[in-house]
């Protein structure tokens, strides 16, 4: 029922493109049979400065605090609450470190495909950077009368997802279960189906239903928030009333009697709580926009003609 999220899973598992190692231009390959430049002496940092180790590398603070200073608002604001998602990105910008050591170890920078795909790399960042850099969004946007606007206009999509407090008879019949089986379980659906609307449903959850932990428990799962649930369930409980019971809904891992016990409804969180989220993608949101006008006017202004006889011979020579 459970779907698990990352707000910036993203984020970590590409660590290694969001990394700014195209941030000095690559050196020239040495010449034949030049001897290898020496390598400076590492600076040796103070044990209680170190926060993570990897062999011989080592991550400070300052280190996590340069990186987290060039993520987005929304990304560092996870980070600074959620500590095994810091603890995820500590560990993977140590693994990005040892892959750049090895791969400038065995000299991989200096092999020509290597040096023109970083020259590549380095001319699209610094053209990101310059066009960003046009996008220069006033210091006094947005305004207050701004902020609260867009907080009445998303409050509730600011809202957490309702939850719901519900109840279940659950009887195994995953997807693809022989027949024999799956004759059994069809066979005590149909009993607990004759039996619910006279029956106690939490006597019969505890008697008849197959997941141990709620059964227990009078088939009580707690509260589960709408956007955890598979879709088939989460459908079937926005159209139930409390105390209705719904089912048997057919999901991968069996079927589902269902009762509605309790309704949280969402709270959107009040606006000082998100003043500084609202403002931050205002002003992103804004400079997005500078930029597209930034590179429309450009566009017009340089005047572009494409020679269409020519483009068409060169898109029936592309390899498919």
Known sequence: MVTPKNPI??????????????????????????????????????AGDVLAQAGSLTLTSADVRTLVSGMAPNDRETLATSLPTLEQLVRAELVRRAALAEAKAKGFEHQPATVAQLDQVRDEALVRLWVAAQAVVPANYPSEAEVQ??????????????????????????????????AAALKKEADIAAKLPSADFAQLAQTQSE???????????????????????????????????????????????????????????????????????LRNERANTIEKQYLA????????????????????????
């Open 9 to 46: 899973a993203l984020v970590i598992t590409g660590l290694f493109l969001l990394a700014p190692v195209w941030a000095a231009t690559p050196a020239a390959a040495p010449a034949a049979g030049a001897a290898p430049a020496a390598k400076p002496a590492a600076a040796a940092v103070p």
């Open 297 to 320: 006017d450009y566009t017009t202004k340089l005047n572009v003609t494409v020679n269409q006889i020519e483009l068409a011979k060169l898109q029936q020579s592309l390899p498919h």
């Open 211 to 281: 997941h141990a932990e709620s059964a227990a428990k009078g088939g009580d799962m707690g509260f589960l928030a709408e956007d955890r649930m598979v879709p088939a369930i989460a459908a079937a409980v926005r159209s139930l009333k409390v105390g209705a019971v719904a089912g048997p809904i057919k999901t991968t891992q069996g079927l589902h009697f269902l009762k509605l016990l309790e309704i949280k409804p969402g709270v959107a969180p009040p606006l000082a709580e998100v003043h500084d989220r609202l403002v931050g993608a």
């Open 149 to 182: 606007s867009a907080y009445d206009q998303y409050k509730t999509s600011l809202a957490p997802p309702t939850q719901y407090r519900i109840a279940q008879i659950f009887i195994s019949a995953p997807d693809g279960m022989d027949s024999g089986q799956l």
